[in-house]
């Protein structure tokens, strides 16, 4: 593990950084004229967040040597890959973890946000953008939000970013940039009609914005990729375009493409030693579903994924559905050799960058994980709790505990939940139910587990049409259409 003395001791450095910019302050104002250098000016680091789309764990090269993911490789291996992070089953809810800091048991985006939601993350949350920019940061979402489209209180611009560009809702045709019949795709609240491949567009945006950021302000910046989920598009178009596993794979080939162009932005501008960067997937991959789900479920037709060794995938609250290829590399301060075994849930972001940074959050779910990230050595996390749709897991290493709900199209009287407990360390691919066995043990986790208050903001409606990504245009642009 390689770092300096600074980092070691966060709050030591947390005091040193506030003195400093005090002394700064009182400098510049007996001599205004006073020219301080870039090393002096910026004090915290810059932050950059690449969250990627249903990407599955063996869909990465440092977990399959069948695919070819070099830069996302190369985050995993110069920084720290992070071996047991949790994210929740689907990606609105692992979004509102991450930039809540909360459960999805208490911010309550228990599904995805539909194109006929009226709310999303709910407004009471102070979230990650509205913290940094108070540290005077400036605030760039690029990609993907899906956190709230038809009331603008909801968009991301009206939660802390000081720029968004890309789409509102959960996905998109990668070409045509439509959702469920309306053009989604626009900078700052106006729709753009430009042609391009959106994961290429979502690349160019970030790394202009990296080359037109500040010297003297810190920025942070979330590249929310929609690749590699759903429809199965790649830049080729047409008739020679094919929906098989090497077309996912030429998707995520792209996505990676793009992650090693913006770390080469980053060093191009000599900000890659003042950059902390995180990498992860929203949610485990959308793996092929029995023929009865797919009819059921559209949406989870074309699932490429692959998660193997690990049981199910998106939407389940199994491993291959909630622990996810997942990195961190601040270059020079957090690096390792060796993958980082410590328990991490997707809300132990925000709490980890305010340790950091040095600004508090108050009483929330997700706990800081900076040391282990710093020096290696596992701390203990707690409990955390993975949930979507009714279906939930409470992780308390190396006990999970699954709490796994009926289909929500099923009729209620065929809907029951089913309960289950496995060792992970044991068995990772949770083969052996111990709930019989373990009975004390499981009788306690479930226990806990449904002792936690509940909020519901966001519930799967199955009486509406299910969105759809890509094809005709049919209505109203999403960010007109929510101005009217």
């Known amino acids: 593990m390689r ?64 695919v070819s993911t070099p830069n996302i490789d ?29 459960f999805a048991t208490t911010h309550g985006v228990d599904s995805p946000v539909q194109w006929h939601s009226r709310t999303g993350l709910p407004l009471k949350h102070r979230i990650l953008p509205q913290f940094l920019k108070s540290e005077g940061y400036s605030t760039h979402l690029v990609g993907k939000w899906h956190l709230g489209s038809a009331d603008r209180d909801y968009w991301p611009q009206r939660r802390g970013f000081d720029s968004f560009y890309g789409h509102l809702n959960g996905g998109i045709g990668y070409h045509d940039h439509i959702f469920s019949g309306g053009k989604d795709w626009q900078k700052d609240g106006v729709t753009i009609r430009e042609k391009g ?61 793009g992650i090693g162009q913006i770390l080469s932005a980053l060093e ?24 009865f789900v797919e009819l059921l479920i559209p949406p989870m037709r074309d699932g490429l994924a692959d998660n193997n060794p690990l049981l199910g995938g998106k939407g389940w609250p199994n491993e291959g559905g909630v622990r996810v290829p997942a990195a961190v590399w601040w270059a020079g301060k957090i690096e390792s050799e060796q993958p980082n075994d410590q328990t991490m849930h997707v809300a132990d972001l925000l709490p ?9 959050v108050g009483e929330i779910d997700g706990k800081s994980v900076l040391q282990p990230l ?46 289950f407990l496995f060792n992970l360390q044991q068995d990772p691919q949770e083969q052996i139910d111990l709930s019989d066995i ?30 759809t990504f890509g094809g005709e245009e049919t209505r109203e642009p999403w960010a007109e259409a929510a101005i009217n």
């Open 3 to 66: 770092s300096d003395l600074s980092i070691r001791c966060p709050q030591t450095r947390h005091r040193l950084y506030r003195l400093e910019k005090a002394f700064l302050v009182l400098i510049s104002c007996f001599v205004p004229h006073l020219a301080m250098s870039s090393e002096t000016e910026q004090i915290n680091p810059n932050i950059v967040i690449i969250l990627v789309d249903d990407l599955g764990w063996n869909d990465v090269g440092y977990h399959n040597e069948n």
């Open 74 to 102: 190369r985050l995993a291996k110069a920084g720290v890959e992070l071996n047991r992070f949790y994210v929740n089953p689907t990606c609105s809810p692992t979004r509102a973890s991450l930039m809540s800091g909360e």
């Open 197 to 257: 491949y959106s994961t290429d567009l979502i690349t160019r945006e970030s790394i202009n914005i990296i080359k037109s950021s500040s010297r003297t302000n810190p920025f942070f910046l979330t590249v929310s990729y929609n690749a590699p989920h759903t429809p199965i598009e790649t830049r080729q178009t047409g008739e020679k375009a094919q929906k098989n596993r090497s077309t996912y794979l030429e998707m995520i080939s792209t996505l990676d493409s």
């Open 268 to 291: 191009d501008e000599g900000l890659l030693h003042e950059t902390i960067i995180f990498f992860t997937s929203d949610n485990g991959g959308f793996s092929p579903a029995p023929w």
């Open 352 to 360: 980890t960058l305010a340790e950091l940074i040095g600004f508090d």
């Open 374 to 419: 710093i020096d290696g050595n596992l701390i203990e996390r707690g409990p955390i709790i993975v949930a979507n749709m009714g279906s939930e897991a409470l992780i308390d290493w190396p006990w999970k505990l699954i709490r796994r709900a009926s289909l929500p199209v099923l009729p209620d009287f065929m809907k029951s939940d089913s309960w």
């Open 438 to 467: 373990e009975e004390e043990r499981f009788n306690s986790m479930r226990d806990q587990l449904l002792s936690y208050p509940r909020h519901k903001e966001i519930e799967l409606d199955t009486d509406h049409p299910w969105d």
